[in-house]
C-alpha cells in the first residue's frame, strides 16, 4: 500500500476516535448537567423550579429534563453504550423514553437518585 495511503488511513482512524469520543463526551456532559439540575430542583422550594430554570439556565426546559433522564437512569445509557459505543445524545435519550426503562412510581424515582453524589460520576475520558 503506497505511504500516503497510510497516512490518510492514520488520520482517518484519528478523526474517527474523536467522533466517538465525542458522542459518549456529550452524555457524560448532560449527565453532569442533568446531576446539577436535579440537585438545584431538590433544594428548591415548591413551585420555585421553573422560575428559577427560566432565570438561570440557557437551554429549554425539554433540555433540562432530558439532562436530568441521563443522570436519573444513567445505567440504561450505559447498558446501551456497551452495545452501541456510538450512542448519540438523541438516541440515548429515545432508549429512555420507552416505557420499560422509568421509574414506575415516583418513590421508585426518588429512591433510584438519592444517592448518587458528584463523586459518583461516571469519568469523564
Known amino acids: 500500500m503506497p505511504d500516503n495511503l497510510l497516512v490518510q488511513s ?8 474523536q467522533v466517538q469520543e465525542s458522542l459518549r463526551n456529550a452524555l457524560l ?5 442533568g446531576e446539577i439540575l436535579s440537585q ?11 422560575p428559577w430554570l427560566s432565570a438561570n439556565f440557557q437551554g429549554t426546559p425539554q433540555t433540562a429534563r432530558g439532562y436530568m433522564r441521563i443522570f436519573e437512569q444513567w445505567d440504561e445509557i450505559e447498558s446501551a453504550l456497551a ?6 445524545l438523541r ?5 429512555l423514553s420507552s416505557p420499560n ?25
Open 91 to 95: 438516541r440515548g435519550l429515545k432508549i
Open 29 to 33: 456532559y448532560a449527565w453532569k448537567a
Open 40 to 50: 438545584v430542583r431538590s433544594s428548591l422550594p415548591h413551585g420555585e423550579w421553573t
Open 101 to 125: 426503562t422509568a421509574p414506575s412510581t415516583p418513590a421508585q424515582h426518588v429512591a433510584s437518585t438519592k444517592h448518587r453524589t458528584i463523586a459518583a460520576h461516571p469519568p469523564l475520558a
Open 83 to 88: 452495545t452501541n459505543p456510538n450512542l448519540s
Open 10 to 17: 492514520d488520520t482517518l482512524n484519528f478523526y474517527h476516535q
